[in-house]
DNA sequence: TAGTGCGCCATTGTATACAAATAAAAAGAC
DNA sequence: GTCTTTTTATTTGTATACAATGGCGCACTA
Protein backbone atom coordinates (compact mmCIF):
# COMPACT_ATOMS: atom_id res chain seq x y z
CA UNK A 1 0.00 0.00 0.00
CA UNK A 2 1.34 3.49 -0.95
CA UNK A 3 1.44 7.30 0.76
CA UNK A 4 -1.99 7.61 0.13
CA UNK A 5 -4.79 5.51 1.13
CA UNK A 6 -6.55 5.66 -1.98
CA UNK A 7 -3.39 6.21 -4.93
CA UNK A 8 -6.17 6.98 -7.62
CA UNK A 9 -6.93 10.18 -5.32
CA UNK A 10 -3.33 11.13 -5.40
CA UNK A 11 -4.16 13.64 -8.41
CA UNK A 12 -7.85 14.38 -7.98
CA UNK A 13 -8.58 17.93 -7.40
CA UNK A 14 -8.39 18.57 -2.79
CA UNK A 15 -12.27 19.35 -2.86
CA UNK A 16 -12.82 15.96 -4.72
CA UNK A 17 -11.14 14.07 -2.10
CA UNK A 18 -12.57 16.32 0.51
CA UNK A 19 -16.02 14.80 -0.82
CA UNK A 20 -15.01 11.53 -1.50
CA UNK A 21 -13.70 11.03 2.21
CA UNK A 22 -16.78 12.67 3.72
CA UNK A 23 -19.37 11.38 1.73
CA UNK A 24 -18.18 8.08 2.92
CA UNK A 25 -18.18 8.90 6.45
CA UNK A 26 -21.72 10.33 5.96
CA UNK A 27 -22.76 6.92 4.07
CA UNK A 28 -21.13 4.33 6.70
CA UNK A 29 -22.34 6.46 9.61
CA UNK A 30 -19.15 7.87 11.12
CA UNK A 31 -20.90 11.42 10.53
CA UNK A 32 -23.75 11.32 11.80
CA UNK A 33 -27.10 13.06 10.78
CA UNK A 34 -27.94 16.68 11.89
CA UNK A 35 -24.10 16.78 12.79
CA UNK A 36 -22.33 19.93 11.68
CA UNK A 37 -19.34 19.91 9.55
CA UNK A 38 -17.50 23.22 10.38
CA UNK A 39 -14.94 24.08 7.46
CA UNK A 40 -12.12 25.12 10.08
CA UNK A 41 -12.38 21.85 11.97
CA UNK A 42 -12.73 20.20 8.79
CA UNK A 43 -9.60 21.87 7.49
CA UNK A 44 -7.31 20.95 10.07
CA UNK A 45 -8.47 17.32 10.67
CA UNK A 46 -8.01 16.55 6.54
CA UNK A 47 -5.08 18.58 6.70
CA UNK A 48 -5.66 21.23 3.65
CA UNK A 49 -7.40 24.93 3.81
CA UNK A 50 -10.83 26.28 4.16
CA UNK A 51 -11.32 26.29 0.17
CA UNK A 52 -11.80 23.01 -0.67
CA UNK A 53 -13.25 21.90 2.07
CA UNK A 54 -16.04 24.52 1.35
CA UNK A 55 -16.22 23.28 -2.16
CA UNK A 56 -16.39 19.65 -0.97
CA UNK A 57 -19.23 20.57 0.94
CA UNK A 58 -20.65 22.48 -2.08
CA UNK A 59 -20.59 18.86 -3.56
CA UNK A 60 -22.22 17.13 -0.87
CA UNK A 61 -24.89 19.12 -0.66
CA UNK A 62 -25.72 18.21 -4.60
CA UNK A 63 -25.85 14.95 -2.99
CA UNK A 64 -28.32 16.03 -1.34
CA UNK A 65 -26.12 14.72 1.75
CA UNK A 66 -25.82 17.84 3.76
CA UNK A 67 -27.73 20.65 4.01
CA UNK A 68 -26.81 24.32 4.17
CA UNK A 69 -28.16 27.20 5.84
CA UNK A 70 -26.59 30.44 5.17
CA UNK A 71 -24.20 31.98 7.86
CA UNK A 72 -25.19 29.40 9.69
CA UNK A 73 -22.96 26.05 7.96
CA UNK A 74 -23.72 22.99 6.66
CA UNK A 75 -25.47 20.13 8.66
CA UNK A 76 -24.77 16.55 7.90
CA UNK A 77 -28.73 16.07 6.15
CA UNK A 78 -31.31 14.27 8.16
CA UNK A 79 -34.36 13.20 7.04
CA UNK A 80 -37.89 13.52 8.21
CA UNK A 81 -40.23 10.09 7.98
CA UNK A 82 -42.45 12.41 4.89
CA UNK A 83 -39.19 12.90 3.46
CA UNK A 84 -38.52 9.59 3.10
CA UNK A 85 -41.48 8.70 1.53
CA UNK A 86 -40.86 10.94 -0.80
CA UNK A 87 -37.60 9.68 -1.82
CA UNK A 88 -38.77 6.23 -1.96
CA UNK A 89 -41.60 7.29 -4.08
CA UNK A 90 -39.83 8.93 -6.66
CA UNK A 91 -37.17 5.84 -6.06
CA UNK A 92 -39.92 4.02 -6.75
CA UNK A 93 -40.96 6.07 -9.84
CA UNK A 94 -37.95 6.26 -11.66
CA UNK A 95 -36.88 2.75 -10.77
CA UNK A 96 -39.56 0.93 -12.36
CA UNK A 97 -39.61 3.43 -15.38
CA UNK A 98 -36.00 1.83 -15.26
CA UNK A 99 -36.82 -2.06 -15.07
CA UNK A 100 -39.29 -1.90 -18.02
CA UNK A 101 -36.73 -0.17 -20.37
CA UNK A 102 -34.43 -2.49 -19.03
CA UNK A 103 -36.20 -5.80 -20.21
CA UNK A 104 -36.36 -3.75 -23.75
CA UNK A 105 -33.31 -3.49 -24.09
CA UNK A 106 -31.18 -6.38 -22.29
CA UNK A 107 -29.01 -8.53 -23.86
CA UNK A 108 -27.77 -12.32 -23.27
CA UNK A 109 -24.38 -10.72 -21.46
CA UNK A 110 -26.11 -8.69 -19.61
CA UNK A 111 -28.72 -10.83 -18.15
CA UNK A 112 -25.67 -13.28 -17.14
CA UNK A 113 -23.84 -10.22 -15.21
CA UNK A 114 -27.09 -9.77 -13.27
CA UNK A 115 -27.26 -13.35 -12.13
CA UNK A 116 -23.71 -12.89 -11.18
CA UNK A 117 -24.70 -9.74 -9.45
CA UNK A 118 -27.37 -11.54 -7.45
CA UNK A 119 -24.84 -14.38 -6.31
CA UNK A 120 -22.62 -11.91 -5.13
CA UNK A 121 -25.21 -10.46 -3.05
CA UNK A 122 -26.35 -13.76 -1.65
CA UNK A 123 -22.28 -14.78 -0.61
CA UNK A 124 -22.59 -11.85 0.99
CA UNK A 125 -25.69 -12.13 3.23
CA UNK A 126 -24.00 -15.68 3.55
CA UNK A 127 -21.33 -14.27 5.24
CA UNK A 128 -23.48 -11.31 6.94
CA UNK A 129 -20.86 -8.55 6.74
CA UNK A 130 -23.38 -5.43 6.17
CA UNK A 131 -21.29 -3.12 4.28
CA UNK A 132 -20.18 -6.26 2.03
CA UNK A 133 -23.86 -6.60 1.48
CA UNK A 134 -25.01 -3.13 1.03
CA UNK A 135 -22.21 -2.89 -1.67
CA UNK A 136 -23.12 -5.89 -3.83
CA UNK A 137 -27.53 -4.94 -3.42
CA UNK A 138 -26.48 -1.56 -4.64
CA UNK A 139 -24.37 -3.28 -7.87
CA UNK A 140 -27.33 -5.84 -8.54
CA UNK A 141 -29.66 -2.54 -8.76
CA UNK A 142 -27.13 -0.73 -11.11
CA UNK A 143 -27.08 -3.00 -13.24
CA UNK A 144 -30.72 -2.64 -14.10
CA UNK A 145 -30.63 1.01 -14.13
CA UNK A 146 -27.63 1.00 -16.23
CA UNK A 147 -29.14 -1.63 -18.81
CA UNK A 148 -32.10 0.82 -19.42
CA UNK A 149 -29.56 3.02 -21.17
CA UNK A 150 -30.85 6.71 -19.90
CA UNK A 151 -28.00 8.58 -18.18
CA UNK A 152 -30.18 11.40 -16.14
CA UNK A 153 -32.56 8.54 -14.79
CA UNK A 154 -29.37 6.62 -13.65
CA UNK A 155 -28.10 10.02 -11.95
CA UNK A 156 -31.44 10.78 -10.51
CA UNK A 157 -31.27 7.37 -8.78
CA UNK A 158 -28.04 7.07 -7.86
CA UNK A 159 -28.57 10.47 -5.68
CA UNK A 160 -31.86 9.26 -4.38
CA UNK A 161 -30.36 6.31 -3.13
CA UNK A 162 -27.58 7.78 -1.54
CA UNK A 163 -30.15 10.11 0.30
CA UNK A 164 -31.93 7.07 2.06
CA UNK A 165 -28.69 4.79 2.10
CA UNK A 166 -27.34 5.62 5.73
CA UNK A 167 -30.96 4.38 7.00
CA UNK A 168 -30.90 1.23 4.88
CA UNK A 169 -27.47 0.36 6.30
CA UNK A 170 -28.84 0.82 9.70
CA UNK A 171 -31.88 -1.24 8.72
CA UNK A 172 -29.99 -4.00 7.35
CA UNK A 173 -28.06 -4.56 10.70
CA UNK A 174 -31.71 -5.68 12.31
CA UNK A 175 -32.98 -7.47 9.37
CA UNK A 176 -34.03 -11.16 10.32
CA UNK A 177 -34.00 -12.60 7.33
CA UNK A 178 -31.51 -10.90 4.64
CA UNK A 179 -31.73 -14.06 2.73
CA UNK A 180 -35.45 -12.83 1.71
CA UNK A 181 -33.86 -10.23 -0.39
CA UNK A 182 -31.90 -12.99 -2.19
CA UNK A 183 -35.01 -14.36 -3.44
CA UNK A 184 -36.78 -11.26 -4.58
CA UNK A 185 -33.73 -10.17 -6.82
CA UNK A 186 -34.22 -13.53 -8.31
CA UNK A 187 -37.39 -13.46 -9.20
CA UNK A 188 -36.92 -10.46 -10.95
CA UNK A 189 -34.45 -11.57 -12.43
CA UNK A 190 -36.63 -14.72 -13.76
CA UNK A 191 -39.01 -11.58 -14.69
CA UNK A 192 -36.33 -10.29 -17.44
CA UNK A 193 -35.27 -12.89 -18.70
CA UNK A 194 -38.75 -13.84 -19.88
CA UNK A 195 -39.33 -10.39 -20.94
CA UNK A 196 -42.29 -10.14 -18.70
CA UNK A 197 -41.51 -6.56 -18.36
CA UNK A 198 -45.08 -5.76 -16.20
CA UNK A 199 -44.26 -8.58 -13.38
CA UNK A 200 -40.55 -7.34 -13.29
CA UNK A 201 -42.13 -3.83 -12.43
CA UNK A 202 -44.40 -5.52 -10.38
CA UNK A 203 -41.65 -7.41 -8.39
CA UNK A 204 -39.19 -4.86 -8.32
CA UNK A 205 -42.05 -2.40 -6.77
CA UNK A 206 -42.96 -4.58 -4.12
CA UNK A 207 -39.09 -5.47 -3.51
CA UNK A 208 -38.78 -1.29 -2.66
CA UNK A 209 -41.89 -0.80 -1.15
CA UNK A 210 -41.26 -3.78 1.67
CA UNK A 211 -37.86 -2.33 2.38
CA UNK A 212 -39.74 1.31 2.47
CA UNK A 213 -41.78 0.26 5.28
CA UNK A 214 -39.09 -1.58 7.05
CA UNK A 215 -36.76 1.38 7.20
CA UNK A 216 -40.00 3.84 7.81
CA UNK A 217 -40.75 1.94 10.71
CA UNK A 218 -37.24 2.55 11.92
CA UNK A 219 -37.26 6.28 11.48
CA UNK A 220 -41.15 6.96 12.53
CA UNK B 1 -37.10 51.41 -8.28
CA UNK B 2 -34.04 51.07 -6.09
CA UNK B 3 -30.48 50.94 -6.38
CA UNK B 4 -30.71 47.09 -6.73
CA UNK B 5 -32.06 45.78 -9.73
CA UNK B 6 -34.01 43.65 -7.39
CA UNK B 7 -34.31 45.22 -3.43
CA UNK B 8 -34.94 41.51 -2.62
CA UNK B 9 -31.17 40.27 -3.59
CA UNK B 10 -30.02 42.60 -0.95
CA UNK B 11 -28.96 40.73 2.16
CA UNK B 12 -28.68 37.68 -0.02
CA UNK B 13 -25.21 36.36 0.16
CA UNK B 14 -23.22 37.01 -3.06
CA UNK B 15 -23.11 33.42 -4.02
CA UNK B 16 -26.92 33.85 -4.50
CA UNK B 17 -26.44 36.47 -6.29
CA UNK B 18 -23.91 35.65 -9.24
CA UNK B 19 -26.00 32.02 -8.95
CA UNK B 20 -29.34 33.77 -9.90
CA UNK B 21 -28.07 36.56 -12.46
CA UNK B 22 -26.07 34.14 -14.19
CA UNK B 23 -29.45 31.08 -13.84
CA UNK B 24 -31.55 33.94 -15.61
CA UNK B 25 -29.03 34.97 -18.26
CA UNK B 26 -28.77 31.14 -19.36
CA UNK B 27 -32.20 30.20 -19.08
CA UNK B 28 -33.28 33.68 -21.52
CA UNK B 29 -30.30 32.91 -23.74
CA UNK B 30 -27.89 35.64 -22.71
CA UNK B 31 -25.54 32.86 -22.14
CA UNK B 32 -25.43 30.46 -25.15
CA UNK B 33 -24.60 26.79 -24.65
CA UNK B 34 -21.05 25.69 -25.03
CA UNK B 35 -20.25 29.38 -23.86
CA UNK B 36 -17.27 29.21 -20.94
CA UNK B 37 -17.65 30.73 -17.93
CA UNK B 38 -14.44 32.53 -16.48
CA UNK B 39 -14.11 33.05 -13.23
CA UNK B 40 -12.00 36.42 -13.57
CA UNK B 41 -14.33 37.99 -16.02
CA UNK B 42 -17.38 36.90 -14.20
CA UNK B 43 -16.47 38.48 -11.15
CA UNK B 44 -15.33 42.20 -12.98
CA UNK B 45 -18.71 42.18 -14.76
CA UNK B 46 -20.51 41.80 -11.32
CA UNK B 47 -18.20 43.32 -9.12
CA UNK B 48 -17.43 40.54 -6.81
CA UNK B 49 -14.23 38.93 -5.77
CA UNK B 50 -13.82 35.31 -7.44
CA UNK B 51 -14.86 33.67 -4.20
CA UNK B 52 -18.37 33.93 -4.57
CA UNK B 53 -18.32 33.31 -8.35
CA UNK B 54 -16.67 30.19 -7.79
CA UNK B 55 -19.75 29.27 -5.42
CA UNK B 56 -21.93 30.87 -7.88
CA UNK B 57 -21.24 28.27 -10.41
CA UNK B 58 -20.85 25.65 -8.13
CA UNK B 59 -24.62 26.06 -7.32
CA UNK B 60 -25.69 26.31 -11.35
CA UNK B 61 -23.80 23.08 -11.62
CA UNK B 62 -26.12 21.18 -8.94
CA UNK B 63 -29.11 22.55 -11.01
CA UNK B 64 -27.58 21.23 -14.00
CA UNK B 65 -27.07 24.44 -15.96
CA UNK B 66 -23.15 24.52 -15.84
CA UNK B 67 -20.79 21.30 -16.60
CA UNK B 68 -17.42 21.45 -14.90
CA UNK B 69 -14.54 19.94 -16.29
CA UNK B 70 -11.19 19.72 -13.29
CA UNK B 71 -8.51 22.80 -14.63
CA UNK B 72 -10.47 23.41 -17.37
CA UNK B 73 -13.28 25.46 -16.01
CA UNK B 74 -16.78 25.89 -16.39
CA UNK B 75 -19.34 25.95 -19.35
CA UNK B 76 -23.09 26.75 -20.11
CA UNK B 77 -23.68 23.01 -20.15
CA UNK B 78 -24.91 22.00 -24.08
CA UNK B 79 -27.09 19.43 -24.49
CA UNK B 80 -27.13 16.13 -27.07
CA UNK B 81 -29.74 14.84 -28.58
CA UNK B 82 -29.37 11.73 -26.34
CA UNK B 83 -29.29 14.09 -23.50
CA UNK B 84 -32.24 15.79 -24.20
CA UNK B 85 -34.05 12.33 -24.88
CA UNK B 86 -32.81 11.30 -21.48
CA UNK B 87 -34.32 14.18 -19.81
CA UNK B 88 -37.37 14.34 -21.22
CA UNK B 89 -38.00 10.50 -20.61
CA UNK B 90 -36.75 11.26 -16.67
CA UNK B 91 -39.38 14.20 -16.53
CA UNK B 92 -42.54 12.26 -18.78
CA UNK B 93 -42.06 9.44 -15.37
CA UNK B 94 -41.93 11.77 -12.90
CA UNK B 95 -44.60 14.69 -14.35
CA UNK B 96 -47.10 11.47 -15.12
CA UNK B 97 -46.46 9.98 -11.28
CA UNK B 98 -47.19 13.75 -10.43
CA UNK B 99 -50.05 14.11 -12.33
CA UNK B 100 -51.83 10.94 -10.88
CA UNK B 101 -51.11 11.95 -7.57
CA UNK B 102 -52.50 15.28 -8.18
CA UNK B 103 -55.76 13.29 -9.50
CA UNK B 104 -56.24 11.75 -5.88
CA UNK B 105 -55.29 14.76 -3.77
CA UNK B 106 -56.56 17.85 -5.71
CA UNK B 107 -59.40 20.35 -3.67
CA UNK B 108 -61.49 22.36 -5.51
CA UNK B 109 -59.44 25.56 -4.56
CA UNK B 110 -56.72 24.14 -6.34
CA UNK B 111 -58.37 23.36 -9.00
CA UNK B 112 -59.91 26.43 -9.58
CA UNK B 113 -56.47 27.36 -9.38
CA UNK B 114 -55.64 25.44 -11.63
CA UNK B 115 -58.14 26.63 -14.13
CA UNK B 116 -57.07 30.22 -13.44
CA UNK B 117 -53.41 29.09 -14.43
CA UNK B 118 -54.04 27.97 -18.01
CA UNK B 119 -56.25 31.25 -18.50
CA UNK B 120 -52.89 33.09 -17.88
CA UNK B 121 -51.66 30.54 -20.38
CA UNK B 122 -54.35 31.75 -23.06
CA UNK B 123 -53.39 35.47 -22.15
CA UNK B 124 -49.70 34.96 -22.82
CA UNK B 125 -50.19 33.11 -25.60
CA UNK B 126 -52.71 35.63 -27.25
CA UNK B 127 -49.83 38.44 -26.49
CA UNK B 128 -47.62 36.07 -28.19
CA UNK B 129 -44.94 37.07 -25.28
CA UNK B 130 -42.47 34.61 -25.75
CA UNK B 131 -41.19 34.91 -22.10
CA UNK B 132 -44.92 35.00 -20.76
CA UNK B 133 -46.06 32.49 -22.61
CA UNK B 134 -42.87 30.20 -20.87
CA UNK B 135 -43.46 31.51 -17.54
CA UNK B 136 -47.14 30.78 -17.20
CA UNK B 137 -47.04 27.28 -18.58
CA UNK B 138 -44.67 26.64 -15.82
CA UNK B 139 -46.55 28.04 -13.51
CA UNK B 140 -49.54 25.58 -14.93
CA UNK B 141 -47.52 22.83 -14.79
CA UNK B 142 -46.00 23.67 -11.48
CA UNK B 143 -49.72 23.73 -9.39
CA UNK B 144 -50.67 20.06 -10.78
CA UNK B 145 -46.61 19.31 -9.30
CA UNK B 146 -47.14 21.02 -5.99
CA UNK B 147 -50.80 19.42 -5.96
CA UNK B 148 -48.70 15.88 -6.15
CA UNK B 149 -47.59 16.95 -2.69
CA UNK B 150 -44.17 14.92 -3.22
CA UNK B 151 -41.33 17.43 -2.63
CA UNK B 152 -38.35 15.53 -3.77
CA UNK B 153 -40.49 15.07 -6.96
CA UNK B 154 -41.09 18.87 -7.55
CA UNK B 155 -37.13 19.26 -7.09
CA UNK B 156 -36.21 16.92 -9.39
CA UNK B 157 -38.57 17.91 -11.80
CA UNK B 158 -38.18 21.82 -11.47
CA UNK B 159 -33.63 20.85 -11.92
CA UNK B 160 -34.74 18.80 -14.83
CA UNK B 161 -37.08 21.43 -16.37
CA UNK B 162 -34.87 23.69 -16.17
CA UNK B 163 -31.83 21.86 -18.12
CA UNK B 164 -34.04 21.93 -20.97
CA UNK B 165 -35.96 25.41 -20.49
CA UNK B 166 -34.25 27.08 -22.72
CA UNK B 167 -34.55 24.35 -25.93
CA UNK B 168 -37.95 25.11 -25.18
CA UNK B 169 -38.03 28.69 -25.16
CA UNK B 170 -36.40 28.58 -28.37
CA UNK B 171 -38.79 26.19 -30.00
CA UNK B 172 -41.76 28.08 -28.67
CA UNK B 173 -40.57 31.21 -31.14
CA UNK B 174 -41.11 28.90 -33.98
CA UNK B 175 -44.29 26.97 -33.08
CA UNK B 176 -46.99 27.64 -35.54
CA UNK B 177 -50.06 27.27 -33.04
CA UNK B 178 -49.30 27.63 -29.46
CA UNK B 179 -53.16 27.85 -28.75
CA UNK B 180 -53.22 24.29 -29.16
CA UNK B 181 -50.82 23.52 -26.21
CA UNK B 182 -54.01 25.96 -24.15
CA UNK B 183 -56.54 23.36 -25.75
CA UNK B 184 -53.96 20.32 -24.30
CA UNK B 185 -53.94 21.99 -20.86
CA UNK B 186 -57.87 22.36 -21.09
CA UNK B 187 -58.29 18.74 -21.75
CA UNK B 188 -55.62 17.86 -18.83
CA UNK B 189 -57.80 20.18 -16.32
CA UNK B 190 -60.89 18.42 -17.36
CA UNK B 191 -59.43 15.04 -16.77
CA UNK B 192 -58.63 15.93 -13.48
CA UNK B 193 -61.76 17.32 -12.88
CA UNK B 194 -63.63 14.28 -13.39
CA UNK B 195 -60.77 12.38 -11.38
CA UNK B 196 -59.60 10.41 -14.21
CA UNK B 197 -56.43 9.75 -13.76
CA UNK B 198 -55.27 7.33 -16.35
CA UNK B 199 -56.89 9.73 -18.72
CA UNK B 200 -54.62 12.47 -17.54
CA UNK B 201 -51.72 10.64 -17.09
CA UNK B 202 -52.46 9.73 -20.63
CA UNK B 203 -52.73 13.30 -21.85
CA UNK B 204 -50.30 14.49 -20.21
CA UNK B 205 -47.84 11.62 -21.49
CA UNK B 206 -49.00 12.99 -25.02
CA UNK B 207 -48.71 16.47 -24.22
CA UNK B 208 -45.18 15.95 -23.19
CA UNK B 209 -44.13 14.15 -25.57
CA UNK B 210 -45.40 16.52 -28.30
CA UNK B 211 -43.56 19.17 -26.95
CA UNK B 212 -40.54 16.44 -26.97
CA UNK B 213 -40.97 15.65 -30.79
CA UNK B 214 -40.84 19.30 -31.68
CA UNK B 215 -37.24 20.14 -30.05
CA UNK B 216 -35.79 16.87 -30.60
CA UNK B 217 -36.54 18.13 -34.34
CA UNK B 218 -34.41 21.30 -33.87
CA UNK B 219 -31.76 20.17 -32.05
CA UNK B 220 -30.93 16.68 -34.04
C1' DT C 1 -36.09 36.27 39.77
C1' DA C 2 -37.34 37.02 35.07
C1' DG C 3 -36.42 39.65 31.22
C1' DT C 4 -33.79 42.68 28.27
C1' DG C 5 -29.74 44.61 26.20
C1' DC C 6 -24.86 44.67 25.44
C1' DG C 7 -20.53 42.73 24.08
C1' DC C 8 -17.53 38.95 23.14
C1' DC C 9 -16.41 34.87 20.55
C1' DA C 10 -16.86 31.37 17.15
C1' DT C 11 -18.00 30.74 12.48
C1' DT C 12 -19.18 31.80 7.92
C1' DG C 13 -18.69 35.18 3.96
C1' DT C 14 -15.60 37.60 0.91
C1' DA C 15 -11.32 39.24 -1.03
C1' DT C 16 -6.86 38.48 -2.56
C1' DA C 17 -2.24 36.50 -3.08
C1' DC C 18 0.33 32.80 -4.64
C1' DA C 19 1.02 27.99 -6.79
C1' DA C 20 0.15 24.71 -10.33
C1' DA C 21 -1.46 23.40 -14.64
C1' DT C 22 -3.06 23.92 -19.19
C1' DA C 23 -3.11 25.92 -23.72
C1' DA C 24 -1.18 28.76 -27.05
C1' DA C 25 2.71 30.94 -29.15
C1' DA C 26 7.41 31.09 -30.41
C1' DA C 27 11.71 28.98 -31.32
C1' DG C 28 14.38 25.35 -32.98
C1' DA C 29 15.55 20.95 -35.50
C1' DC C 30 15.12 18.02 -39.34
C1' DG D 1 7.69 23.50 -44.50
C1' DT D 2 6.37 20.69 -40.81
C1' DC D 3 6.98 18.66 -36.56
C1' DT D 4 8.85 19.00 -31.90
C1' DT D 5 10.29 21.52 -27.96
C1' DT D 6 10.44 25.42 -25.04
C1' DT D 7 8.59 29.39 -23.28
C1' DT D 8 5.04 32.34 -21.86
C1' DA D 9 0.51 33.78 -20.66
C1' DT D 10 -3.86 32.74 -19.02
C1' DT D 11 -6.73 30.31 -15.94
C1' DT D 12 -7.97 27.40 -12.29
C1' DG D 13 -6.65 25.48 -7.59
C1' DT D 14 -5.38 26.46 -2.91
C1' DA D 15 -4.20 29.09 1.12
C1' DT D 16 -4.90 32.75 4.06
C1' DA D 17 -6.28 37.26 5.82
C1' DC D 18 -9.91 40.15 6.99
C1' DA D 19 -14.99 41.46 7.43
C1' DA D 20 -19.55 40.57 8.92
C1' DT D 21 -22.85 38.00 11.20
C1' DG D 22 -25.23 35.39 14.64
C1' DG D 23 -25.33 32.93 18.97
C1' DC D 24 -24.40 32.93 23.80
C1' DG D 25 -23.44 34.47 28.20
C1' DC D 26 -23.20 38.05 31.39
C1' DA D 27 -24.57 42.04 33.56
C1' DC D 28 -27.97 45.23 34.54
C1' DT D 29 -32.74 46.50 35.44
C1' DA D 30 -37.36 46.25 36.97
Redesign the pocket.
Given at each position: MGFYENDEDAFL???DVVFKQLREEILYGKLKPGE??????LSERLG?????V??GIRLLEKEGLVV?L?????HVASITAKQLEDVLEARRTLETFAVNACCARITHARFEELNEANRKFAEAVDTRDLRQMADTDTAFHNIIIDTAGNEKVKELLVSLKEQIFRYKYEFMKEMDDPTRLVREHDQIVKAIGESRSDKAVELLRMHIDSQAIAIYRKIK
Open positions: PLRRLMEIAVSRTPREMPRRGA
